[in-house]
């Protein structure tokens, strides 16, 4: 990377922190809102998602007009490969159940990419204000402080194994620790990438939903692959595709460690 890239990543990067943050306050004035005669309140997350998708939309256009914005709900369904190349992905509610129900585990996240290259991840906890970012190849913060993940995670009764919704009946488990599903992936990645969580087992992803957190566990020192052991390359599904075999997160080198506990049904 030369000088000049270098220095347009950090001001790319500088741009989505500060986007995100926004996205959040305006977030969280639909907060909690959630009508309690329903389970989900569809119209709230609906009106909240609309309002967050066009102010991304609006904010990233005025700033730099040749980029293009992929996300959860637009019309444009896969990734653009253009003069430029850039191409922001975002999820701009991830985690919308815990969202209008008042729970703290959700967030904005957003990542960019040039010509198919990652070049930064950021995930924004606005309840929390826990906010994690990274350059692609470079270090992984949480909160401004530089994380590495432990490269010798042991499973132990106090370890955590974050899942997904439909988990407890498409696996059985031998997982000595905690099993737990938080409702939000770019949290579960988040988790993992900061040693909060041992591994995060995904299942039924889109790009939009784990582009940002791949970014993050990679400069952790983690990695997404399948649960099988073969490597996951996120550009087979740029044209966002679901994902629909399990993948794993987890430290780098740990994965088979993970997966003897888990046993597909």
Not at 80 to 92: T, V
Not at 122 to 151: E, H
Not at 245 to 256: C, D
Request: hydrophobic share 40%; aromatic share 12%.
């Amino acid at each position: 990377m030369t000088k000049q890239e270098k220095g347009e990543a950090h001001e790319f990067l500088e741009f989505a922190e500060n986007m995100v943050k926004q996205t959040g306050e305006l977030a969280l004035k639909y907060y909690g809102r959630g009508d309690p005669q329903f389970k989900f309140d569809e119209e709230l997350v609906t009106e909240a998602e609309l309002a967050i998708r066009e102010f991304l939309r609006t904010t990233i256009s005025e700033r730099y007009p040749e980029h293009h914005l992929l996300g959860e709900g637009d019309d444009q369904t896969a990734y653009l490969h253009g003069e430029q190349g850039f191409q922001w992905i975002a999820d701009p509610m991830d985690g919308s159940a815990n969202f209008q129900a008042g729970i703290p585990i959700w967030g904005v996240s957003l990542a960019l990419f040039k010509n198919f290259w990652p070049i930064l991840g950021v995930f924004y906890m606005p309840v929390t204000g826990d906010i994690y970012k990274a350059l692609a190849g470079r270090k992984l913060t949480v909160n401004d402080k530089p994380v590495t993940l432990d490269p010798e995670a042991i499973a132990n009764n106090e370890s955590v194994l974050l899942t997904y919704s439909r988990f407890h009946s498409e696996f059985g488990s031998t997982f000595p620790g905690k099993i737990r599903n938080l409702g939000c992936t770019a949290a579960h990645l988040g988790y993992v990438a900061s040693s909060r969580a041992e591994a995060a087992l995904l299942k039924y992803v889109h790009i939009w939903d784990i582009a940002a957190g791949l970014i993050l566990l990679e400069a952790a020192g983690g990695e997404i692959r399948f649960l099988d052991g073969g490597k996951f390359h996120l550009n087979d599904y740029l044209d966002s595709q679901k994902v629909n075999n399990p993948l794993l997160a987890a430290p780098a080198g740990e994965h088979s460690m993970i997966s003897k506990y888990l046993k597909q049904l």
